[in-house]
């Protein structure tokens, strides 16, 4: 796949992209696989009385080779329950703070890169983090550059980049033992650069991808 630029950016497919985002509710059979076993559907399902909002964002942008590209980070070890998973930008909203504008905040903090507000294309549907009591909104947005990476090392490991491709390619999952407070379950991964990433990044990963998918 390459990235569409500048007029070609309002190609069809694109648009149709935009309409699947914007949708009230996207719904996906094939997502039922990427939820790691006792998820029980939490992930879906309405979010807690108490639940703390967050909000993250992928971008697409394109790599020197002109291939589809998102990043991802590796969170720091002092990152609590998700120390050292792989995860996408994003955090807590604040106070009077909209969800799209904790998501670039979020973003621009955590990676150094500034991501524009006319770049965002729409919303994927919320997921709820059950592990950490998180309902997390994801926004997609768009660049037809490479941004220059400057991420923060107090919550940042490190970044790797995923290919769109790879996202796409059923070769590039697979399956691992997870062991939680003494109980093991399975769970799906996406293998990137030799990580694994897996659980609720997973998750809104793979529903970019459907929703690619219905965008052609």
């Given at each position: 796949?390459?990235l569409?630029?500048?007029?070609?950016?309002?190609?069809?497919?694109?648009?149709?992209?935009?309409?699947?985002?914007?949708?009230?509710?996207?719904?996906?059979?094939?997502?039922?696989?990427?939820?790691?076993?006792?998820?029980?559907?939490?992930?879906k399902?309405?979010?807690?009385?108490?639940?703390?909002?967050?909000?993250?964002?992928i971008?697409?942008?394109?790599?020197?080779?002109?291939?589809?590209?998102?990043?991802?980070?590796?969170?720091?070890?002092?990152?609590?329950?998700?120390?050292?998973?792989?995860?996408?930008?994003?955090?807590?909203?604040?106070?009077?703070e909209?969800?799209?504008?904790?998501?670039?905040r979020e973003?621009?903090?955590?990676?150094?890169?500034?991501?524009?507000?006319?770049?965002?294309?729409?919303?994927?549907?919320?997921?709820?983090?059950?592990?950490?009591?998180?309902?997390?909104?994801?926004?997609?947005?768009?660049?037809?550059?490479?941004?220059v990476?400057?991420?923060?090392?107090?919550?940042?490991a490190?970044?790797?980049?995923?290919?769109?491709?790879?996202?796409?390619?059923?070769r590039?999952?697979?399956?691992h033992?997870v062991?939680?407070?003494?109980?093991?379950?399975?769970?799906?991964?996406?293998?990137?650069?030799?990580?694994?990433?897996?659980?609720?990044?997973?998750?809104?990963?793979?529903?970019?991808?459907?929703?690619?998918?219905?965008?052609?």
């Open positions: 796949m390459r569409p630029t500048g007029k070609n950016r309002k190609q069809p497919w694109l648009l149709k992209l935009q309409q699947t985002l914007g949708a009230s509710e996207m719904v996906f059979p094939e997502l039922r696989h990427s939820a790691p076993n006792l998820s029980y559907g939490r992930h399902a309405p979010a807690y009385p108490r639940a703390r909002h967050a909000a993250n964002l971008l697409l942008y394109p790599s020197e080779q002109g291939d589809w590209t998102i990043p991802l980070m590796i969170r720091a070890e002092t990152e609590g329950i998700h120390a050292g998973e792989i995860a996408l930008p994003g955090g807590r909203c604040e106070p009077e909209s969800a799209q504008q904790t998501a670039l973003f621009h903090e955590e990676t150094g890169h500034q991501v524009a507000v006319k770049s965002v294309l729409g919303e994927l549907p919320p997921t709820n983090v059950w592990a950490s009591n998180h309902q997390v909104r994801t926004f997609v947005a768009l660049e037809d550059s490479l941004p990476w400057s991420p923060d090392p107090c919550e940042v490190g970044l790797i980049f995923l290919p769109l491709a790879h996202l796409m390619d059923p590039k999952f697979g399956m033992q062991i939680r407070r003494r109980v093991q379950f399975s769970a799906l991964h996406l293998n990137v650069d030799g990580h694994r990433v897996w659980g609720a990044t997973l998750r809104m990963l793979v529903e970019l991808g459907e929703a690619l998918t219905s965008a052609k």
